[in-house]
């Protein structure tokens, strides 16, 4: 694949069914010479459920800023790279926005950085929670510990919608500290969007906590929280 400048194509990829994937996604994928990706093991994987080989290198939080040099040289020497998250759309809640920021610092005009949209864990959660979201905010994953408390009474605050994620392991004080804060405001959670086993619980912070107990807490988790009455 030839490109007149170097090119960047940041490629939505499914968050958990392997069908979400959109036709120029795939075309794309066919299509670059390199898959830069968060684990390869993930990307592997679907890759090769639609019988796509290409080079795969990792690109996560923690690559060091080597990676990001040689990344850009690749490009420079004209290479076309793909960057997929381990799940959903690049640049949200992962590494995408340094890589992106990064390299519009070093070539400015001279690169060009392509969305490739899709899958979005947010926007599914969104669709599907009955709440009015002509606005909504989202602000990614709560603080493990430092400024935690203070990141679940901000939300008391917010008049919009608000849309947040939480691992397994910390889902259970996320919703008693939502109990703590929001009141009766009414929620939505979505566990395992997409996959086998997808959940989907509604009412207010407590009641979809006791759900949860009784049900499965395992999982990935999208929080939705309706918007403030005025």
């Known amino acids: 694949m030839t490109e ?3 090119t960047v194509y940041l490629i939505a990829t499914p968050i958990g069914n392997l069908e979400d994937i959109t ?3 795939v075309r794309m994928l066919r299509e670059v010479d390199l898959v830069l990706c968060e684990d390869t093991r993930v990307a592997r994987k679907l890759l090769s459920a639609y019988d796509i080989k290409k080079p795969l290198e990792s690109y996560h939080q923690h690559s060091a800023p080597a990676k990001l040099v040689a990344i850009g040289d690749m490009l420079a020497g004209g290479k ?6 381990d ?3 690049p640049g949200i809640s992962d590494p995408g926005g340094m890589l992106v920021r990064t390299l519009v610092e070093r070539f400015g005009d001279a690169i060009r950085i392509v969305p490739i949209p899709g899958a979005s864990a947010v926007l599914a959660a969104l669709s599907i929670s009955g709440f009015f979201t002509d606005r909504f905010r989202f602000l990614g994953f709560p603080p493990h510990k430092k400024g935690r408390k203070t990141f679940f009474q901000t939300i008391a605050e917010i008049p919009e919608a608000v849309v947040l994620y939480e691992s397994k392991h910390r889902i259970e004080k996320a919703l008693e500290a939502l109990t703590s804060t929001i009141g009766m405001r009414q929620i939505v959670v979505a566990r395992e969007l997409t996959k086998q086993f997808e959940s989907i619980y509604r009412g207010t912070a407590p ?4 759900a ?4 499965d807490m395992r999982g990935e988790f999208v929080v939705v929280i309706a918007p ?3």
Do not use: H, Q, W, Y
């Open 4 to 6: 007149s400048i170097p």
């Open 23 to 25: 036709m120029r996604a």
């Open 80 to 85: 076309s790279i793909a960057f997929v998250s």
């Open 87 to 89: 799940a959903g759309t």
């Open 207 to 210: 009641e979809c906590l006791a």
């Open 212 to 215: 949860l107990k009784n049900d």
């Open 228 to 230: 403030a009455k005025v």
